[in-house]
């Protein structure tokens, strides 16, 4: 039996898009294998410090997600935190699954894991808790090594649309 | 046997540090009661959507926060999302915890939680994920009701400072 949503419960999911839209939100790229060893990512705006001792953070994800084989049948993981300048990224890898990694904007990686070109920053994590939610789930990752690159402005992510920092209030 | 951190440890904590100063997040005050009906809360910056359907968010904390009570013996919580024009509230809620309630910018809402004045949404949550990971949590909740305020710019937290939302990308 499938339960027909009341009017309230409409609106009130309608609100709560709403009121994440307007939550501005920083910008990181997920990737990993497939058991099989396919290349798999998508664009988060939920990556979140957790501990910096020992270093853990968390994103959360929808488990129909393409990634998500990856993520429930294997270890590790990187974590890419997107600047300003990588926005088009940011729009390539929330794009169509069969053309995120078509094109010379990544190599392999440590652990053989897909690793982007040209970001600020990023992390090796190992996954050591899937919280299944709904037809979703929140992942703790254990980060094991990474790497700063260039400094670079920071990317918002805000009603849908990517955004520069705006000045100090 | 307390284990001293190496060096290679020592320098991945700061660079984690480092990642996350400068990964932009937007800014929430959650507030809950004690078991003792005493209020608590603090400033999130890891407040994030994990499914509009049924409405779930996900939050970090510390499990030494003085709201930890609150989130461990008690079912419910307020999510308030904060705009630029809330700069000081997140400051006095990331404050001192003995001076984060005195003063009149909150009344007792639903369930007679503590609810802040003038802010751009609220959400009525109940807490149906505690994941307890070293000596932090995850936390997930399930909207229940809420209501939208005026619309207000974003607030962003980064470099330990808040921002206003910068221009299109």
Redesign the interface.
């Known amino acids: 039996m499938t339960e027909i949503?009341s009017a309230t419960d409409i609106e009130?999911?309608e609100?709560?898009?709403?009121?994440?839209r307007?939550?501005?939100?920083?910008v990181?790229v997920i990737t990993g294998l497939t058991p099989e060893g396919r290349p798999v990512g998508f664009t988060a705006?939920?990556?979140?410090?957790?501990?910096?001792?020992?270093?853990?953070?968390?994103?959360?994800m929808?488990r129909v997600s393409t990634a998500w084989p990856a993520v429930e049948g294997t270890d590790h993981l990187l974590v890419h935190?997107l600047g300003?300048h990588n926005?088009d990224l940011a729009i390539r890898m929330a794009g169509r699954s069969d053309e995120r990694f078509t094109g010379d904007h990544w190599s392999p990686g440590p652990r053989g894991l897909p690793l982007l070109d040209d970001v600020?920053?990023w992390?090796l994590g190992r996954v050591?808790?899937r919280?299944r939610?709904?037809?979703?789930a929140?992942i703790?990752v254990q980060?094991e090594?990474?790497e700063?690159g260039e400094?670079d402005e920071?990317?918002?992510y805000?009603e849908r649309?990517?955004?520069?920092?705006?000045?100090?209030?």
Chains 1, 2 share one sequence.
């Open positions: 949503p009130r999911i609100s709560f898009k709403k009121v994440f307007r939550h501005p939100a920083g990181a705006s939920s990556v979140s410090s957790l501990a910096a001792v020992p270093p853990l953070l968390s994103f959360n929808a935190m300003a926005k600020p920053a992390m050591v808790e919280l939610v709904a037809n979703n929140v703790v980060v090594e990474g700063l400094e920071g990317l918002v805000f649309r990517y955004h520069r920092m705006g000045p100090e209030l």
